[in-house]
């Protein structure tokens, strides 16, 4: 399951695959390695988290063009390259013998900034409020197909990189005091998370988000 796959230092049954996810024929390339190494090893492409993404600070009337598509494209044009890839593999790939499809299951990383405005991050929250509606919309054209499709939104989760961003103790408590649970998420419960949506026991929950956020965007 993906809570014990993470941080383990050597996972079982793991291969990589280096993808441009910004790029649509990158992704259709490596869709193709991901689909040849599913074929020799008898597995069936069923389950796509997308995980990449990027956020920049500053006054939305100071964001540029430029600033606003390194923000937009990962955020949300490459969930939907590589959703759409996993659309096609899902459609166009058999099972083996004697086995049926396994559910399709997407499952995109969002953010706190689709559901409310963050000062300074008018690209991000945009990008992230957009890849909510197309989850929904994967949700609706590609759940009879077998394919269920939600989001998470966490708030500010402890990983390697936020535990820098947020090394100011002034500006962590004042963030935390804004949430009712107190603190930031760590990495495990944003796994956890996952785990459970992409699961056999989640295949009624479809379009739906998920807020990992400690009531956050509750106020």
């Known amino acids: 399951m993906l809570s014990s796959t ?9 291969t990589t695959v280096e993808c441009e996810i910004t790029d649509e024929a990158s992704v259709s390339s490596a869709f193709t390695s991901i689909a040849d190494y599913a074929k020799s090893s008898s597995t ?5 988290i997308n995980a990449a993404g990027y956020v920049s600070v500053q006054p939305l009337a100071e964001t540029s063009a430029e600033e606003a598509r ?3 494209l990962p955020n949300l044009l490459g969930p939907m390259f590589c959703s759409q890839a996993l659309h096609k593999l899902y459609t166009t790939t058999s099972p083996t013998a004697g086995n049926d499809k396994p559910p399709g299951r997407i499952l995109s990383i969002s953010s706190q900034a689709a559901h409310v405005a963050l000062d300074g991050h008018a690209a ?6 957009g890849l909510n509606a197309l989850t929904r919309s994967m949700a609706l054209e590609w759940g009879p197909l077998g394919i269920t499709a939600n989001t998470v939104s966490p708030t500010v989760v402890l990983t390697e990189l936020g535990k820098k961003a947020w ?3 002034e500006k962590k408590e004042k963030m935390e005091s804004m949430i009712p649970t107190g603190r930031f998420a760590v990495p495990e419960e944003v796994a956890g998370a996952i785990d459970y949506l992409i699961s056999d026991g989640a295949s009624m929950i479809n379009g739906a988000d998920l807020r990992i956020d400690g009531g956050f965007t509750i106020r």
């Open 44 to 48: 069936f492409p069923s389950i796509l």
């Open 6 to 14: 993470f941080n383990s230092t050597s996972p079982e049954h793991v």
């Open 124 to 129: 991000y929250c945009a990008s992230k409020a």
């Open 167 to 169: 090394a100011d103790a």
């Open 70 to 72: 390194k923000n937009i």
